[in-house]
């Protein structure tokens, strides 16, 4: 009797003894991959750049007010960096989206265009304005900033046409509602009542003697252009 006691508690002694020994093996090699994963993760090179963290709309203008809602400024991993990525708010505070960017995306000088680019061809540029209701015709579909207008003289004989093309591809710089309020990209269905172009100083004179004749119509560009196919 004595014995198998002893023979039993030798047996829960090295039973104990490999379980703790187990367990020491595996805090050993859980250190390891630990102390392996931080090296490996130190040797990524990190760079901050900025990351849209809310969709930013096609012809949103970005600014030092509004640059929090949409980018912040994030390190991520060297490798995955565009060359033309965008470093600091500051960087793309007065450029306007080219097209709606998306959440999550990396930013870059080519989602962005200065408003140089978009007036590049005008000698002395300036922002005009119209009402809708001073139009021969109501502007079809919804316009937003961003988009392009053609601007038509329609005479009375010539109501089934467009009429003739007084300026094509003019930048709509921002629309408002009946309310004066801004409307933003992301508001697909709110009717702008008033819109604000840039047009060549020159031209402004001209372009509001005929908006006062009533004989102006525009047109989205993309509209005109699916008409053409």
């Known amino acids: 009797?004595?014995?198998?006691?002893?023979?039993?508690?030798?047996?829960?002694?090295?039973?104990?003894?490999?379980?703790?020994?187990?367990?020491?093996?595996?805090?050993?090699?859980?250190?390891?991959?630990?102390?392996?994963?931080k090296r490996v993760l130190t040797e990524y090179e990190k760079e901050q750049v900025c990351v849209v963290t809310a969709a930013i709309p096609r012809g949103?203008?970005?600014?030092?007010?509004n640059a929090e809602q949409y980018i912040t400024v994030m390190e991520i991993d060297k490798r995955i960096v565009p060359e033309t990525?965008?470093?600091?708010t500051e960087a793309a505070s007065g450029r306007i989206a080219?097209?709606?960017?998306?959440?999550?995306m990396v930013l870059t000088t080519g989602m962005l265009r200065a408003l140089s680019e978009i007036t590049e061809q005008m000698r002395e540029p300036v922002i005009a304005g119209f009402r809708a209701e001073d139009l021969y015709q109501v502007v079809g579909g919804v316009l937003r900033a961003?988009?392009?207008?053609?601007?038509?003289?329609?005479?009375?004989?010539?109501?089934?046409?467009?009429?003739?093309?007084?300026?094509?591809?003019?930048?709509?710089q921002q629309v408002f509602d009946r309310n004066g309020a801004a409307i933003g990209g992301d508001d697909g269905t709110t009717p702008a009542q008033r819109v604000n172009i840039y047009m060549e100083k020159e031209r402004v004179a001209d372009f509001y003697t005929a908006l006062a004749q009533g004989s102006l119509?525009?047109?989205k560009a993309e509209d005109t252009d699916r008409q053409e196919e």
């Open 146 to 172: 961003g988009d392009r207008i053609h601007i038509y003289c329609v005479e009375q004989e010539e109501e089934e046409q467009n009429g003739k093309l007084l300026w094509e591809n003019v930048f709509v």
């Open 1 to 37: 009797m004595k014995k198998r006691k002893m023979s039993q508690a030798w047996k829960n002694r090295i039973w104990n003894g490999s379980i703790l020994a187990a367990f020491v093996a595996a805090m050993a090699v859980f250190v390891f991959l630990l102390q392996t994963e």
């Open 217 to 219: 119509r525009v047109v």
């Open 98 to 104: 080219a097209y709606g960017v998306e959440q999550g």
């Open 60 to 65: 949103e203008k970005i600014s030092a007010e």
């Open 85 to 88: 990525a965008l470093k600091s």
